[in-house]
């Protein structure tokens, strides 16, 4: 069980590192290509965006139906590839194509990985198992910013290329340690509807990406928004009459996992748009360079572990809604802090480093509490499509995350800007602690045994 664990957090690390990674590179990706139009290269951040929440839930759906340990190892094998391929690439259009298939192969291992991890264990124990592993993925969103610093200083190639060797030795490692849960007997899923459920994803996803650069109130906006709406209500129509549908409705009427789902999803947009204020800033407004700004960053990061670890000892008695709403708490006060003591003249210790312990302790309270009780609600038979629709909330609200914040900043940020940014992002991780309240859990969801990350026994 624990090699499982260790083998899928790889494999989550990585896609969820590449996500944030590559914000801290895009100025030098940027003078790597000289010549071309900024439009055109912020589709190397957008082309993964979009591809891995539109694959998300097919790909899960897939898996449950096939092979949960195939999906992930093909997943890797994708990835790594993929990342070899964008770390050479001759021109930006080459490394967009790159990009697009490096994201198809995160969908697939994404879902394939929680699914393996809870087949793995027994339901006593999922909630701690799931617990660490939504804490690794917290923690390599918020150390992009450091990683993306230190390899940046020799090339934004690295950015790409340290994924081949951490990839290869998880593929050799899954190969031959992940288990092959049973495949679930049934007919075929509704590949119409998957196609649907991708297409609305997508669209939704690039009208969020691309409403700055193309006016929120536009026809372009509007009409793909409007587009992404139709082509989701085809689905929900198609899906409440399959008989095989690629999301069962039934799922998101179960509401400790639709009230996680939701938090999530809101508190994802908080996350998202924290990071990249904070990256931005120093950069901009302190002048630090971003090997300063991922270091100065680093603490928040170090607190998720340590609170995700904690919060496993207490869910069991206050339960999952309570805690996570505390998370929320802290975090929104974070955020309310930069707003009110962080000025123009750089100030590490006073004004940015509480503000980052705060943060990084909600995010060590809320995203592993919220996985796990997602995760603890789901039958065995949808273990990879329920944390495919976990994985592209969290997508999603980093998208809508970034666009509120672009769209708060405005064209010519201050320091004015930047405190209604760090107020917005408050409201938002207060919201999701609100949201968090709706969660009920049965006492025999709750009574499980305290988090621990003791990885030496198999």
């Known amino acids: 069980m624990k090699r499982t664990l260790v083998i899928v957090c790889v494999g989550v690390v990585l896609a969820t590192l590449d996500l944030f990674i590559v914000n801290v590179a895009f100025p030098a990706i940027t003078r790597g290509f000289d010549g071309v139009a900024l439009s055109t290269l912020s589709w190397v951040l957008n082309a993964y965006a979009i591809v891995v929440a539109a694959l998300l839930v097919p790909a899960g759906r897939l898996t449950d139906r096939s092979s949960r340990k195939g999906g992930f190892l093909l997943g890797i094998a994708l990835f790594v590839a993929a990342s070899a391929a964008c770390a050479a690439s001759p021109d930006v259009w080459f490394l967009i194509g790159a990009r697009v298939v490096q994201a198809a192969g995160a969908a697939l291992l994404i879902p394939a990985s929680l699914g393996l991890l809870l087949a793995a264990y027994p339901p006593e124990r999922r909630a701690g198992a799931v617990r660490i592993y939504a804490a690794m993925s917290g923690i390599a969103a918020a150390l992009g910013p450091v990683l993306g610093g230190l390899l940046v200083t020799a090339s934004w190639r690295w950015i790409f290329l340290v994924n081949v060797p951490i990839g290869i030795a998880a593929l050799v490692a899954g190969r031959r340690w992940l288990p092959s849960p049973p495949r679930i007997e049934e007919p075929a899923p509704d590949l119409l509807g998957a196609a649907l459920l991708a297409l609305a994803s997508a669209a939704v996803t690039l009208a969020l990406v691309k409403a700055e650069a193309w006016g929120w109130g536009s026809p372009r906006i509007l009409g793909t928004f409007a587009a992404g709406v139709l082509l989701l209500a085809w689905f929900l129509r198609r899906s409440s009459a399959h008989d095989s549908p690629i999301v069962e409705l039934h799922l998101l009427r179960n509401r400790q996992f639709t009230a996680s789902v939701v938090a999530m999803f809101v508190f994802s947009s908080a996350f998202a748009a924290m990071l990249l204020s904070v990256v931005v800033w120093a950069q901009t407004m302190w002048g630090w360079s971003a090997l300063k700004t991922g270091l100065a960053f680093a603490p928040g990061p170090l607190m998720v572990p340590l609170w ?55 995010v060590g309270l809320t995203l ?22 976990i994985n592209m909330a969290r997508q999603l609200g980093y998208t809508v995350g970034v666009a509120i914040l672009v769209a708060v900043l405005g064209v010519a940020p201050g320091l004015g800007a930047y405190r209604h940014g760090w107020e917005t992002i408050a409201g938002l991780a207060f919201a999701s602690g609100i949201a968090s309240l709706a969660l009920v859990v049965r006492r025999e969801r709750i009574e499980l045994e305290p988090v621990t990350l003791d990885l030496a026994q198999p």
């Open 368 to 389: 592993p509490t919220w996985t796990a009780a997602a995760a603890g609600s789901l039958p065995p038979e949808r273990f990879a499509t329920g944390s495919a629709l």
């Open 308 to 362: 995700a670890i904690a919060a496993g000892r207490f869910v069991h008695r206050t339960g999952p809604g309570p805690l996570a709403a505390v998370g929320g708490l802290v975090y929104a006060c974070g955020a309310v802090w930069w707003a009110t003591v962080i000025g123009v003249h750089a100030d590490w210790a006073g004004a940015m480093l509480p503000g980052t312990l705060l943060t990084g302790t909600g």
